[in-house]
Nanobody, 127 residues
Framework: QVQLLESGGGLVQAGDSLRLSCTHSGRAIGDIALGWFRQAPGKEREFVAA???????FYADSLRGRSHISRDDAKNAMYLQINSLKPEDTAVYYC?????????????????????WGRGTQVTVSS
């Protein structure tokens, strides 16, 4: 089992930056892939970013170039830095994890492939 806890959400203005954190416990961190998803009211959960090991990263087109995902396995943590926030970034952001063996490059962005989920942290961007 892996337990995930997100933090760092809040109310910000358009153009601001935010860093979300996800701490995890349970299964040995080295063999799990980590990802961020988000869900806005009335919309489906969508992929934001993911990281395998410490150097292989994936980003949704909508955030590529203004976001950065990283992980610190010594601290059992993962981070998502989002810059130049837009009102359309408003959503609940979820941390997700899955065994590295379960995910492939093709499935890193597929929510149903992730096994463990946090409860989410709300990000609201005002215009």
């Amino acid at each position: 089992q892996v337990q995930l806890l997100e933090s760092g959400g809040g109310l910000v203005q358009a153009g601001d930056s935010l860093r979300l954190s996800c701490t995890h416990s349970g299964r040995a961190i080295g063999d799990i892939a980590l990802g961020w998803f988000r869900q806005a009211p009335g919309k489906e959960r969508e992929f934001v970013a993911a990281i395998r090991y410490s150097i292989t990263t994936f980003y949704a087109d909508s955030l590529r170039g203004r976001s950065h995902i990283s992980r610190d396995d010594a601290k059992n943590a993962m981070y998502l830095q989002i810059n130049s926030l837009k009102p359309e970034d408003t959503a609940v952001y979820y941390c997700a994890a899955a065994p590295m063996s379960k995910l492939t490059v093709a499935t890193m962005s597929v929510a149903s492939e992730y096994v463990y989920w946090g409860r989410g942290t709300q990000v609201t961007v005002s215009s």
